[in-house]
């Protein structure tokens, strides 16, 4: 994921399209600093008003250093408490969640060959959603991960049976296939919420299923972390396979690629990649769908290049893009998941456009 | 009737410039053609009667005789002056009746709101309701069809959410819509005596003085709280607690822990009904690490208040003195 784990430059120039290249180790090791950068400067942001030396030496005592050592006080436990129990862990999962969707979009994009291709498509999310909203209802709130990996999975299996049912699992049929099983899961979370939300819970549904990162504390974080380092990570190694996937299932089957194994291997990570992010975030639209785009454009079409900076993307996009639901209108929240296409939409068009000119 | 029914909206918008100067200059709802005066001794409503309701202008050919009440506040209403004959069905209930209201024999039409044809079924001659979003089409039916088919409509005052909404609400509000409702009824004295009994028992409340409050409705991840311009906000008032969400010009408004946090309250309302228990809203409290160390949990102050009391009606002042004999209880 860093400057190391990228191809030499030399590649890079030789391969992609004529959009100015700059080398991959030098996008790997900016990003990187971004998203260190942008933990360290975020996680002083709030409503509540903490000096920024006094929010680093919260977290430096937390990790066992001495928390004067930029010359802040020591908070009280309750500001501490701000400090280390709500902001922290909340910009750590966002990133976590950022990088999860963003390479859950890149792995989706490449293996159905479809530009549009993300956990939505294929109906993942909505299958995690209906698992998490049918345990909350059912106040079973400590099974929500499983629920919702549980969910993202049986998603996922009804897409591919549908789409294998009539021969061959094409690239289109699954894509059908996945509205189909998509539409059908959001209808029936629709029937569950119409049916079950008594007096005001609806609000903690709705806020739920735009997605928000309100509720996560540090259990949020090892839920979403494992899942990237367990799922994530060895996805982010794929990306030799799934550029062989994008010359087609034959080119691939003869470079050596097991078409039909590998893909459901890949997409059954991605659900697993996905129930993980949808249980700690509900459903945050527009990362997996867009990033991957964003980061293409600028870093060319390889998927092995593509997935670890998309990774990194995702997460110092939504890292920043969460500050800003929890600090715009403070001390009100925003829905992450209206800010996310709201500030996402009008920075893509804006990349789209700078690569047009350049090309 | 659709272009009716356009036409009908368009002329209520026309109105809103109207209304609110008749709100400004009267200070009450009550309609232009009727002022009543606690003093009277039992001033006959004359009809047709026209209110100007969140908006709408409402005109009243007699006393309603088939009343749909939906939500808590519009049938404790009707009940508190004594019209529990004229219900002819409560929807969306909060929670049952109090005792002390009576009405056990109101017969609950749908636990949710009903929809537009189950509504006409019934064939009220008002729907009562005390959330202004009740009156969507996908709901009861908007306003102007369900007029266009003869069936009046009334709005809670203190839930209008555009035109007719209190500025900030206050108890005269709350009274006003009282007396207003014993206007539309033509029971004027009952409707007098009461604001009476209510004014009177709210005088016998003794502030507390110096304390901040969270008013927790609901919420989980992100806390739904009492904002500074509702009901909540003038409940707290009356108790002499100081809101820490007053900076947020509504009625209610998602909020946010760390602002919770910050603000360390000395007391927590919590806002208690069938689906949100006060045993659920401590276990949140409590099992969040960063609101775990409030004051007010740590010493377990809290309040709590039945959620139908909440809502701008006839249970605010009653909220207001179990909340203020529990402070004192808790002896700060």
């Known amino acids: ?359 | 009737m659709t272009s009716l029914s356009r036409f009908r909206s368009l002329r209520s918008v026309a109105l809103l410039g109207t209304a609110a100067a008749v709100f400004a200059a009267t200070g009450c709802a009550a309609s232009p053609t009727t002022a009543p005066s606690p003093d009277a001794a039992d001033p006959a409503s004359s009809y047709p009667l026209t209110v100007e309701n969140c908006g709408t202008e409402v005109t009243f050919d007699k006393a309603p005789e088939k009343v749909l009440t939906v939500k808590s506040t519009s049938t404790e209403m009707l009940l508190a002056l004594g019209l529990g004959d004229r219900i002819i069905g409560q929807a969306f209930p909060d929670g049952p009746v109090p005792a002390s209201l009576g009405g056990d024999d109101v017969p609950v039409i749908s636990d949710k709101v009903p929809g537009q044809e189950a509504v006409l079924d019934l064939e009220p001659d008002l729907v009562y309701a005390g959330w202004e979003s009740a009156f969507a089409a996908d709901a009861a039916g908007d306003r102007a069809t369900l007029g266009d088919l003869g069936v009046n409509t009334y709005v809670s005052p203190a839930a209008c959410k555009e035109a007719g909404r209190p500025d900030t609400l206050a108890f005269d509000d709350v009274f006003d819509q009282i007396t207003e409702m014993g206007a539309i009824f033509d029971v004027s004295a009952a409707a007098a005596t009461l604001v009476d009994e209510q004014r009177a028992e709210l005088e016998t409340i003794s502030p507390v003085d110096g304390l901040s409050a969270l008013w927790y409705s609901s919420g989980s991840d992100t806390p739904y709280v009492g904002a500074g311009s509702g009901a909540p906000q003038m409940i707290m008032d009356a108790v002499g607690l100081t809101n820490i969400a007053a900076g947020v010009d509504d009625s209610w408004t998602p909020f946010n822990w760390e602002a919770v946090v910050d603000a360390n309250p000395d007391v927590i309302v919590l806002v208690v009904s069938d689906w949100g228990t006060a045993e659920k809203k401590i276990g949140v409290l409590e099992s969040n690490p960063a609101t775990a160390k409030l004051d007010a949990v740590v010493n377990e102050r809290y309040v709590t208040v039945p959620f139908a009391a909440t809502e701008g009606g006839v249970r605010n002042v009653e909220a207001a003195t179990t909340l203020a004999d529990q402070l004192e209880a808790l002896g700060l």
Do not use: C, K
Request: aromatic fraction near 6%; charge should be positive.
């Open chain 1, 1 to 359: 994921m860093t400057a190391t784990a990228a191809p030499p430059p030399r590649t890079a120039r030789r391969v992609g399209p004529a959009v100015r290249r700059v080398p991959t180790a030098v996008w790997g090791g900016v990003l990187s600093v971004v998203l260190l950068l942008s933990i360290v400067v975020t996680v002083t942001f709030g409503p509540a008003d903490i000096r920024p030396a006094e929010v680093w030496g919260s977290v430096l005592g937390h990790v066992g250093l001495d928390p004067t050592l930029f010359g802040g006080e020591v908070l009280s436990p309750l500001r501490d408490g701000i400090v280390w129990e709500l902001r922290m862990p909340r910009v750590l999962t966002a990133a976590a969640v950022g990088a999860g969707l963003a390479l859950a979009g890149t792995v989706m994009q490449a293996i159905t060959r479809n530009p549009l291709a993300d956990p939505y498509l294929l109906g993942l999310s909505s299958g995690a959603s209906l698992g998490a909203v049918a345990v909350i209802l059912l106040g079973l709130g400590v099974l929500l991960p499983v629920a919702a990996f549980a969910g993202a999975i049986a998603a996922l299996l009804a897409t591919l049976l549908l789409a294998g049912a009539s021969g061959t699992l094409t690239p289109t049929r699954t894509v059908l296939a996945g509205l189909a099983v998509s539409s059908f899961f959001g209808a029936l979370t629709s029937l569950v919420i119409f049916w079950s939300a008594t007096g005001d819970t609806y609000r903690e549904i709705l806020s739920w299923l735009l997605g928000s990162l309100s509720g996560a504390r540090w259990p949020a974080v090892a839920i979403a972390l494992g899942a990237l380092l367990i799922v994530g990570l060895p996805l982010m190694l794929t990306g030799r396979t799934l550029d062989a996937f994008a010359f087609g299932d034959q080119a691939a089957s003869a470079l050596g690629v097991g078409v039909d194994s590998t893909r459901w291997l890949l997409l059954t990570a991605t659900a697993l990649l996905t129930g993980g992010m949808v249980a700690v975030s509900g459903s945050i639209g527009f990362v997996g769908l867009i990033l991957p785009h964003a980061v293409r454009l600028v870093a060319g079409p390889r998927n092995r290049i593509v997935l670890p900076l998309s990774a990194l993307a995702g997460a110092i996009f939504l890292i920043w893009i969460d500050t800003g639901a929890r600090t715009l209108f403070d001390p009100r929240e925003l829905p992450v998941g209206i800010l996310t296409a709201v500030v996402g939409a009008p920075v893509f068009a804006l990349l789209l456009f700078r690569a047009r000119r350049i090309s």
